[in-house]
């Protein structure tokens, strides 16, 4: 397994990684598999969408923000209970198809970990098989 640093400015913000993910998949030698993209942490996320336009990024996280309020009638403790639910909505982890030795992504698509209750440094693992 192989895993990326990533650190976050913002208490939540999408940061793209597919650069170093697509570089990893192209110094592994495989062809053809999988690309799993996961990330460790509970208020934290991994999605694929646009990556062009920067205001898909700032409407997602502007909705998310909408839907799941920071401040709220939460019963846990660490006051980050929106952060656990985002993070559950959009999910811990992706799989891209490598094909040729590349990521089989959408001519628009990116990679991005998805930060709900930063600023910190996330572990990303990823395996490629
Ligand atoms: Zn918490």
Sequence with gaps: MLYIEV???????LVNITGVIS?????????????IVYVPHTTAAITINESADPDVVRDIIDRLKELVPHKGDYAHSEGNS???IKASIIGN????????????????????????????????FVKII
């Design 7 to 13: 650190k976050t400015k913002e208490r939540e913000t």
């Design 23 to 35: 570089a990893l998949v192209e110094n592994s030698g495989i062809k053809n598999g999988i690309c």
């Design 82 to 84: 929106d952060a656990h």
């Design 93 to 124: 982890s992706r799989i891209i198809i490598v094909e040729n030795g590349k990521l089989a992504l959408g001519t628009w698509e990116g990679i991005f970990l998805c930060e709900f209750d930063g600023p910190r440094t996330r572990k990303v």
